[in-house]
């Protein structure tokens, strides 16, 4: 099956500071996308990545579409203690119906 | 934005009964729904893509006799976890796409069922 592979799988960070985070796939996926999950809830959609190359942020998110469309990564800057959660890349196959692949996922801390 | 809500949220159950969950698309219409099936501090695996009017598309490994799925309307979309055994306890989340725009549908999921089997 698909593999997403995510990392690191977990990080402890001050807060103030940057994190960075990357997806790789053996596959073309055509469009990527970034969720944040809190414990106990579903993914929350944090950015949509629709094109090889294309970089978008959202606020104090950034994230990028590998221009081989196997690979993607996500920068959250200057993190603040909510930031805390489990971070999920996620592939849209290709061949449509909008089934999704997920990451292992990150889990991020951020130290007061 | 889309809502989509899961009942219930929570269900402990013995080892040998038959559990249902219930995905709800609140706000907006949804021909296919997806289950999702999550394992502590593990990813999202992809069960099944339930579809409106017809079968469930089932993910290779899944059995479709243990874990049925029927998309009764467009706005309604159910797992039933049919002989349920300790290892069928899981967090199990549901989504369903938006409106069509774009290339790419949002999927807005649920808020996910704590199953615990005893």
């Known amino acids: 099956g698909q593999q997403l592979n995510q990392s690191p799988q977990s990080m402890f960070i001050q807060e103030g500071e940057d994190v960075s985070m990357n997806c790789t796939s053996s596959s073309i996926f055509n469009t990527w996308l970034w969720y944040k999950q809190d414990p106990g809830e579903g993914p929350v959609l944090l950015i949509a990545?629709?094109?090889?190359?294309e970089l978008t942020s959202n606020g104090r998110l950034t994230a990028q579409f590998g221009i081989t469309r196997k690979d993607s990564f996500l920068n959250i800057s200057a993190s603040i203690p909510s930031d805390v959660g489990i971070y999920f890349c996620?592939?849209?196959?290709?061949?449509?119906?909008?089934?999704?692949?997920f990451g292992k996922g990150n889990q991020v801390v951020v130290i007061p | 934005g889309a809502v989509v809500s899961q009942h219930p949220s929570r269900v402990i159950c013995k080892s040998g009964t038959s559990v249902k969950i219930e995905c709800r698309s609140l706000?907006?219409?949804?021909?296919?729904m997806f289950w999702y099936r999550q394992f502590p501090k593990q990813s999202l695996m992809l069960m099944a893509t339930s579809n409106e009017g017809s079968k469930a598309t089932y993910e290779q490994g899944v059995e479709k006799d243990k874990f049925l799925i029927n998309h009764a309307s467009l706005t309604l979309s159910t797992l039933t976890v049919t002989s349920a055994h300790p290892e069928d306890s899981s967090f199990y989340i549901c989504?369903?796409?938006?409106?069509?725009?774009?290339?790419?549908?949002?999927?807005?999921f649920g808020p996910g069922t704590r199953l615990t089997v005893l």
């Open positions: 990545l629709y094109k090889a190359g």
């Open positions: 706000d907006f219409q949804a021909t296919t």
């Open positions: 996620a592939g849209q196959f290709y061949y449509g119906n909008n089934r999704l692949a």
């Open positions: 989504s369903a796409p938006g409106v069509a725009g774009g290339s790419y549908n949002e999927q807005f």
